[in-house]
């Protein structure tokens, strides 16, 4: 079968998590020229673009209607991931570092591949659990296809890992699918290109976090003069509550044993 360079192509918007199917049709004879194998390859945010595909093969895209009803959130889980197949001409690798979600200090450096043909991201199933980070079994097995749609060799996705991952001083909390990525730890696809929407210098190699929304500034690292501050803050409101409980408090009266003893029994102090 000849090697496809086709994009999962999307439809609607990430809220609902799906992607359309490629489908592959039985070859059909041609006496075309132009029908011949092409190795571009394009992706383009917001729209399909398939190009790429070898003699005799035709992408077929499910649509769905805008009429659907509203997905639960089980629902809006993908029904199928998917890996792309392609050796790009030129890839774009991020230096990344990566912690588990609940311990924002034990940071491992590696690498991210950027990929739009996948549509999620994705964490190696071996590099992980050679990092010992925490993996979560999902409700349903997830089936993996290929943007050929062959069923990648892996099989099902059955777990999912929280982390953190910090880019240059940029970090935020995502939920990856665990699968089997050979030579990559961990891929980010479209729907984290469509989020942040990075300005990517393909001649150079450089990806720029300029255009990102509120939340992934949230778990930024504080610089030392704002924790300096804070601690400064802390001290200085710790130290006021202190002044304010002592001035609020009742004076203590220390009284004598005349005081606190009853008249009646003046006569017994000799047996106190």
Known sequence: MNELGVRAATFNDYLCNRFSVLEVEEPRESTDDTDTFSNSFQCQTGSSSVKGLGRGFKPVLNSVSNKTQKKTPDEQIPDEFFLRTLNMEREILMKIKVAPSHDKKSFISTNALLDCGAN???????????????????????????????????????????????????????????????????????????????????????????????????????????RVLEKEEEEAAYHAYAIRASIEAPPKIEKTIEEMVPSAYHQYYGRF
Request: contains cysteine; hydrophobic residues 35%.
């Open 120 to 226: 999620v991201i994705f964490v190696d199933k071996k590099w992980a659990m050679e990092q010992k980070l925490p993996l979560t079994p999902l409700r349903h097995p997830i089936p993996v296809f290929n943007v050929d749609g062959s069923k990648n060799s892996a099989g099902n996705v059955t777990h999912s890992v929280e982390v953190i991952i910090d880019y240059e001083g940029h970090r935020e909390r995502v939920t990856a699918e665990v699968t089997d990525l050979g030579r990559n730890q961990i891929i980010l696809g479209y729907t984290w290109l469509k989020k942040h929407n990075p300005e990517i210098d393909w001649s150079k190699g450089e990806v720029k976090m300029t255009r990102c929304p509120r939340s992934c500034h949230l778990l930024k690292e504080k610089s030392v003069f704002l």
